[in-house]
Structures are given as C-alpha cells and as structure tokens.
C-alpha cells in the first residue's frame, strides 16, 4: 500500500474520554514528544472535579486539546482537527469543537450500548453507524479488542489491568500518525514503571501496538508531519503554568538568599505548586501543609516576621478565607506573597474550570483601607517571571503582594525558552541589623524614600519591638488611637503602594500602532486569544492594537496615556466585567467588557467579531 | 526549651518591662502573669532578642507590647499558627504564644490542636479567665453551663470545653495548670513549660475582676484553697486539705477522694508520675464543678504530663539536610533546564 505523506502548519488534536481513561496523560506524553522536537504548541487540559465522575457518563469526560504548529501559536486552538473519541459521551461532549470535515478517531468499544445509553443516545442510535457523521473523516478502531490482543502473552495481568493500557495503545497510533518516535514515552514510562517490570512492558507493549496498527492498516492513508517552528534561537523545554511560578520562587529564594516557606492548604487549581515545591528540599523550601487556609497564610506571615520568604497559594474560596489576614500583613508591612490560582465561583463554583474571578477580590476584598499591589501572569511560562517579580516587589517593599494566575494557565503546558541563572536580576535584601548612627532607640515604622519600613528579624540584639494588627503610631508603631495618625497612616500605605509604579516598567504595547481605532486591554489568561485575535485584524490593515497588563496595581504610570490614544478601549475578561469597571473608575474612560463566563478560555473567533463590532 | 546560647549580661525582670502604659484593668490577673513571665525571663538562659512573644486578640493578648523582647500582637485565634510558621523557619528561637480562652478554644481552637498534634517547641500561655473580657463580657467556651453574661440572659447552655482534656486529646507533649494568684507556683510552672522540649500548653486561671470576678476564687482563696485545689508534685501522693488531710487514692480506674488516718497512709494513695500517659488522662478529667453538692474532686494544679516526641521544626530541618547530604545542594541551572530540553538554532 503507497501513502502519502502530508506537511501541515497547524494542527489541533483533542484526546476525549472517560476520567477514568488516562486522557490527561496521553495529552501530556504528547504534548512533550511534540515540544522536544522543536514545534511549538499550547494545551488546554480540561477534566471535571470529581475524581471519578460514574463512568461513561457525558459529566465524565475528560479531554486534553493540543495544538502544534510550526509558526508560533498563542492558543490551543478554537476548534480541533482531530478528536480522539475513547466513548460515546466523548463524542457528544466534544463533537461541537470540530473543525468541519474534521477527522474522528472512535473507539469502538466505548459505543456499545451501555455506554450509548449512558451518553443520553436514544435506543438504537449510534452515531458511528447512522450516518450523522458522515460530515466528517471518521475513523473508528478497536482500541479496547486489539489492547487485550497485544496484551494476551501477559498473562498475569487481569481483564481490569490490560485494559487500563488503551490510552497507550491511542497514544501509538497518533505518534504513527504524525511521524514520531515512541522514545520520549518509553522513557516517562520506564522511569514511572522501573519498579514494576509487568506494567511497563505490558504499556510498552501496548503503545507499539497501536503504532504498528497504524502502520500496518489500510484505515489510515496519510501521515502527516509538522515541521520545526521559527522560534527565537535557544534552549526550551516544556513547562505548565504551576511548574513555572515553583520554578519562579525557587530561583527568586535563591536570588535574594531568603529561604522559602510555603504555608498553605490543598485547593484546585493551586495544590501543584504545593507538589512541586515539595519536592525541592534540596534548595532549602520549607512546605507546610496546614490545617486550614487561614493557617496557610498565617504561619506565611510568621515567617516572613522571622525572615524567609513566606509564600501562600490558594484558589478563590482560600483566598476569601485569608482575607483577614491579608490586612494584618498589610498592618505589619513585612514582605509576604499570596498566590491566587483562580477558578470558577462564587462558593466552591467550578473548581477545575478557569476564570479570571478574583480581580476584585485581590483589589477589595478586605476590611479597612487596605491596598496591595497585584501582579498577573499571562501565559504558563510567564508564571516564572511573574512569581519573581512578584517576590522582588514584596521584599524591597516590605508588602504582601498578590499574584494572580488561573486553572487555563496553571495547567495548560507551552514551550520555555529557560533562562540562566546568571541572567535573572539579583534582588536585594536588606536587614536592619543594628541602631544608625545617631539612632538611639529602633523604629519600626521610620520609613525611606520609598515609604518603606526596615525589616528587623528576631535574633537581632537591640531591635527588639513589637508590632501588631492594631492601628500604629506614624515611626514609633507604639498602638495609636489618634484621629490625625489613623489618617495619616491609611494615606501613607496607599501611597507607599502607589510608589511602586516608579518601580516597574511603563506600560508597552503588545502589538499595533500607538494610536488607533481600538486597543484591546487584557489581562492574564487573556493574552493568547487576544494577541492571536488582534494579529489576525491588523494583518487585514485594520487600527488595532493590544496591551497586556502584568501588573494591574498599581498600573504602570502610563497606562492612562496609552488608553487615551485610542477612540475605544474592549477589555475581555473571563469573568462578569471586573478589569472594564476599575479602568473606567480610574482612567474615566468608555471601555466596554467582552465578558465569557462559562468556564473556558475566549477563542480567538469570538474575539475577532468582538473587536471587528467596535471597528 | 531553647537551644539558645546563654545570655552574657545578667538581666533583670526591670529589662523585660517596655516604655508602654500597660492599660488593663486595675485588679486584672493579667498584672500578676505579666509580673511572673518577666521574673523568669532572665533566669531561662536565652538572650533577649532571641524571644518572641506572639498573641492573639483579647485582654490578655495585649501581653507583647509590655515586655521587651520581640513580640506580635496579630489576629483573633491565629497567634499558633503565625507561631508555627516562625519557629519552623527559625527553629532557635525561644517561642511563646500568649493566648485566652476565646482566642485558642473558640476561634481557634482548630490551630491550638493541630499545633500541640506537630508538637512544635513553643510555650502556649492560655489565660482562661471564663469570659470575653475584651469584647465586655458574652460567655466563652470555658464558662459553666447557665452561666448569665450578656449573650446569655437565660443563661448559657453551652457545654463548656476542659481544657487540659482538649490539650491530652490533641497529644500535647507538655499540659499543665497554674493561677495568677500563686506567683510561686506560677513561676514554677512558667519554667517548667520553657525547659520543654516540645509545645507546652500551660493553662493559667486569671481572674476577670469586671466581668467575672471570683470565677476561680475557691481555688486562690485562703479559706478554700487547701481544700479545692491540688497541687501535683512529681512522685509525691496526691494530697489536699487545710491539714494535708485528704488524698485521692486509685479504685482500678476510679479515683477516689479519702482522709488520711483510720489506717489510710500516703502509701495508699495515688503517685504522681508526669510521665505516666494513662493517669493523666485521669487526671485531667478532675474537673467538677466545686459547688457540686454531694462531694467532689480538688481540681488539681501543677504538671499534668510530659513527655518526648520529636518536634515538628527539628524533623522539618531533618528532612532538608539529609536531603542536601545525599543529593547535594540544590541547582538552580540544572532545575531550570529540567530532563529534557531542546534546541532551536
């Protein structure tokens, strides 16, 4: 049999099946097999919040979209290419995100009847033999039948066991599919399964079957290849939004020489970071699982009092737990940083599904007048440089600050061209280790040009004072009831905040002209649609540009200006309009909200007639 | 205790008192607690700037601002986990946590257990004086059931918490009782909780003149003291009374109040062992109410318990060395980079 080889750009493939189906991983292996080789790509891993949703059903569908391309791509991909059907509610779940004409790999087990029925089909519909389909390039295979088949010499394994390797058999084919080799594979699974001789042959096994039933079987008849992207020149790796804020406080720790502390508590989508930086004792990272979100930022606070770089990490209902606290640390004025992984609310909302739900909070979510800077990171690898940066602002401005990431980020996976060490920017610590001349008694609350506090740790001999939640006297911080200084005070941790715009970068356009028709204002996970989005029209001739906010309090100083180059000002948000009301609050500006709040990420199409509405 | 190197220049109580008005009420227990911990803090070996007094809120959590170490005075019921936090990066440091009844049983209550569970080598302070004070008094929960306060006109229905119960079921290593109006012992048992090796939860009967004033006075008043309250001595019986005429003697797992003589020796009675897990279970359960017609137990005062157990920090710093011994320091170039990596040229 002769077959063609086909090149293609841009590929978006979608791995779909039961949460019990290994989906996840198979996008992973994926995702790295296709990284090593130079493509670039974004995923979109979206799975439900039970752990194990009843099998079969359409609330249990588990998928991992991919795309990979040789030009750079921002997003993984509006509608897919290729869907990777593991059962019937797969197919209905997803069937709406293919492309036309698009291509559909079925597995024909995971359509018998049961789980048909499950899928909410009508008795006796099945869509791979009624010809709804026919639209589209549909494929169907045997995944559960041949798995067992290439599994039958293991005979030690059970039915439940074999099984359980389909997704290497799916995972086979589509590296046959697209020209790969199995090496990255064998590799994760040799390091997974070292131990266990009987399940890393049994997979390995299993994989190569579903590669050379692709390359045996006449139902495929082309193989596709993409080629290398055009990135900047450099070494890359691949790296998820929660990996690179870890890496980010690790190197920021290293950099600034304050150990870490994570004082924290499980959630979704945050608990990673806690998996990760556990992991690196090595570098010194104190991790503690608390007792409650509340521990996890206080016990953060009491480290930072004696030094380290306290860290907590939470998701939206944690981070409403923490708020109290949150004050006492902008009371004390001692470096601390609050990680925000956001999801779906209000309550326990949508826990694994993404949305830019808690600007508002970050911004006034406390009791009393109290400001804190916010800094948002943009896509997986920026989480690095947002978590560093974010570190350099709470430590050389003695001030808890948030940062604000979300589940699209957090868990979404793109290439990384890594720095080294060398090249990050030192970050400057300064204890106050003993009395200035003339000083003759410690002040905790003398403040320098920056407005900022010295950090006097305990252990150092003659600093000794005390600090606390109560309202302080302007320089001494004895307790202060005093009309004039409470007065004084809350202007002077507003404007001690405020300074820190004269400590950050101004403003830059993404993309476009510095004056326009329209800007496009984002922030966070927003960056890839909106960039992809507005590329798209300004390679058409039109007036657009786009500016990405990293840090949304304070804003650059510029940000004003830049907004008032435009005739009109569209800011999409995953979320009910929080960005759009504090611009206009702030800048006294018309912005209008392009507002998605269904769990997902904007896709570039609904972007584009969002922007092409305001031309 | 510390493992801080001793201090060089002798120190006085005077060293330990800051130029802050101390502003709690005139009559409070909290005068007499404050008096007793600057007492003891030049005799505990530790330098000055090497203590750290963190509190909660409430009356008895303004404690940090009148002694001069360094001192935090942070939010409702949090003041053991920000303690946590601190001693388990700076494991050095000599930690007391200053805390009420209201603070470390109600609102947070769920931080008190889960710290005394990791053991951290802290001092717990718990003044329990049976009433929020600082919010002008609604009952806490430690005050007796039909309590009348402010929030409980017809009386409080609320089972009220044993504290030193609550402190043995969360595995203090360290649980012991003292009074504000027993300087003596309450000095005693303010070193005692320094010298342990692990989070010692002291609890302190302070009395609230204002808003409940006489809630302990059957076991600080000369004329009823000897008769209500035990003092637990290591490997002594336990006796009472005005003529040390009263022991407590063991019935299997009963114990049982006798008078010595008619054939009744100390011999018979119960010893006090600290270390003994089981009878201090016991011994934390004599808690009756002393207007309880018909008889009841002296309440007993001293080291209910002690003993070893591995202190959360020290396993904490444990796991990092080892780790740094067998891996080698970490390597943020090799981190960054990763297992795998590619080249675009």
Known sequence: MTRKEELLQDVVIKFAGDSGDGMQLTGQQFTNNTALLGIDLATFPD???????????????????????????????????????????????????????????????????????????????????????????????????????????FTELGTKERDRAKNMFVLGLIYWMYNRTLDSTIDFLTEKFGKKPGILQSNIKVLQAGYNYGDTTEAFTTRYKVEKARMKSGLYRSIMGNQALSMGLIAASQKSGLPIFLGTYPITPASDILHELSKHKAFGVRTFQAEDEIAGITSAIGASYGGSLGVTTTSGPGMALKSEAMGLAVMLEIPLLIVNIQRGGPSTGLPTKTEQSDLMQAYYGRNGECPMPIIAAATPSDCFDVAYEAVRIAVQHM????????????????????????????????????????????????????????????????????????????????????????????????????????????????????????????????????????????????????????????????????????????????????????????????????????????????????????? | MSAAAATSVPLTAKDFATDQEVRWCPGCGDYSILAQVQKIMPGIGVPKENIVIISGIGCSSRFPYYINTFGMHSIHGRATAIASGLKATRPELSVWIVTGDGDSLSIGGNHTIHLLRRNFDVNVLMFNNQIYGLTKGQYSPTSEQQKITKSTPFGSIDHPFNPAALAMGADASFVGRSMDRDPKHLQYMLTRSHQHKGASFLEIYQNCNIFNDGAFEVFTEKSSKADEALFLEQGKPLVFGATQNKGIKLDGLKPVVVELGNGVSADDLWIHDERDFFKAQLLVRLFDDPNKEGGHYPRPFGVFFETDRACYEDVMSMQIEETIATKGKGDLDKLLRGKEVWEII
């Open chain 1, 47 to 153: 799975f439900p919040a039970e752990i194990r949703a009843p099998i079969g059903t359409l609330p249990g569908v588990s998928g991992f979209q991919l795309r990979f391309s040789s030009d750079m791509v921002y997003t993984p991909g509006d509608h897919c290419d290729v869907l990777v059907a593991m059962n019937a509610a797969a197919l209905k779940v997803n069937l709406k995100s293919i492309k036309p004409g698009g291509k559909i790999i079925a597995n024909v087990d995971g359509f018998d009847n049961k789980n048909l029925r499950l899928a909410n089909y009508p008795d006796g519909v099945n869509p791979l033999e009624d010809g709804s389909l026919d639209a589209y390039d549909l494929t169907t295979v045997d995944v559960t039948k041949l798995t067992r088949e290439a599994l039958k010499d």
């Open chain 1, 399 to 615: 001030t808890p600050v948030i940062l604000l990431s979300d589940g699209y980020i957090a868990n979404g996976a793109e290439p990384w061209k890594f720095p080294v060490s060398a090249e990050l920017q030192p970050i400057e610590v300064k204890f106050k280790k003993q009395l200035d001349e003339g000083e003759e008694k410690f002040l905790p609350y003398k403040r320098d040009e920056k407005l900022v506090r010295p950090w006097a740790v305990p252990g150092t001999a003659g600093l000794e004072h005390r600090i606390g939640g109560l309202e302080k006297q302007d320089v001494t911080g004895n307790v202060s009831y005093d009309q004039d200084n409470h007065q004084h005070m809350v202007k002077t941790r507003q404007a001690k905040v405020d300074k820190i715009a004269d400590y950050i970068p101004l403003q830059t356009l993404d993309s476009g002209p510095q004056k326009g028709k329209v800007l496009v204002l984002g922030w966070g996970s927003t960056y890839g649609a909106i960039k992809s989005a507005v590329a798209e029209l300004q390679a058409e001739g039109k007036a657009v540009s786009h500016a990405h906010l990293r840090y949304v309090k304070p804003f650059p100083r510029n940000l004003g200006e830049i907004i008032r180059n435009f005739d009109k000002v569209l800011i999409p948000e995953i979320n009910n309009g929080q960005l759009v009301r504090i611009i206009r609050d702030e800048f006294l500006v018309d912005a209008k909200g392009y507002n998605k709040i269904m769990g997902v990420p904007i896709t570039k199409s609904e972007l584009l007639d969002a922007i092409e509405a305001m031309l």
